[in-house]
């Protein structure tokens, strides 16, 4: 099946600092890439919806200042989180969408944030 | 790491008839199992969960057993409609959430 690959898997960085976050679809060209956190114990919160060379579609109340993404082809999208703080610290997962309607989400493996 | 499994990755029922889609982990630590569906065209939400304290979660057609020795989870839909076809994802976590590969459902009217 299709494969997303999120680079890097695990990341400590001091607060104040930025860090980015790569998503990549390895064997197709996905046109509309998500982006997720997770909270403790707790569901994903989708935070992001980013369409390949247009501006992310950002959720209430997710920063789009602060989480920056950049769609950059079909096969890449990236979310920098700027100026990271303690609270910053989660589980970032991205899923990308197949080349049509009806293909299914892959999700990616996901980057563990933790900032000190 | 965590790893999920799902099965089967396609599944096609009769309206009516009831759906069961089941999922393995691999991280006995894991405490945390949701369940996301996933219409045509739109993105995957949050349709019932399950923590490893609990055996069974209902709500209305759905249902989720959860086997903490086995390490399997499963979903449950009775009396299926048209409108449950998609795609159904596991998940398990317990800091770090890992996903089954998703099931596409049908339902034939």
């Known amino acids: 099946g299709a494969v997303v690959s999120q680079h890097p898997s695990r990341v400590i960085c001091k607060s104040g600092t930025s860090v980015k976050i790569e998503c990549r679809s390895l064997?197709?060209?996905?046109?509309?890439m998500f982006w997720y956190r997770q909270f403790p114990k707790q569901s994903l919160m989708l935070m992001a919806t980013?369409?390949?060379?247009?501006?992310?579609?950002?959720e209430q109340g997710v920063e789009k200042d602060k989480f920056l993404i950049n769609h950059a082809s079909l096969t890449l999208s990236t979310l920098t989180v700027t100026s990271a703080h303690p609270e910053d610290s989660s589980f970032y997962i991205c899923?990308?969408?197949?080349?049509?309607?009806?293909?299914?989400?892959?999700f990616g493996p996901g980057t563990r944030l933790t900032v000190l | 790491g965590e790893n999920v499994e799902q099965h089967p990755s396609t599944l096609s029922v009769q309206e009516g008839d009831s759906a069961v889609i089941k999922c393995t982990y691999s991280?006995?630590?894991?405490?945390?199992f949701p369940w996301y569906k996933q219409e045509l065209g739109k993105r995957p939400q949050l349709i019932i969960d399950?923590?490893?304290?609990?055996g069974e979660k209902k709500d209305q057609r759905i249902a989720v057993t959860l086997n903490k020795t086995a390490k399997h989870f499963s979903l449950h839909i009775t009396e299926t409609q048209p409108e449950d076809s998609a795609v159904y994802f596991c998940?398990?976590?317990?800091?770090?959430?890992?996903f089954g590969a998703g099931t596409r459902l049908t339902v034939k009217p």
């Open positions: 899923s990308a969408e197949g080349p049509s309607q009806t293909d299914t989400q892959y």
């Open positions: 998940a398990a976590s317990k800091d770090d959430m890992r």
């Open positions: 980013s369409n390949e060379g247009s501006k992310a579609t950002y």
């Open positions: 991280d006995s630590a894991s405490n945390y």
């Open positions: 064997d197709f060209q996905a046109t509309t």
């Open positions: 399950i923590r490893s304290n609990v």
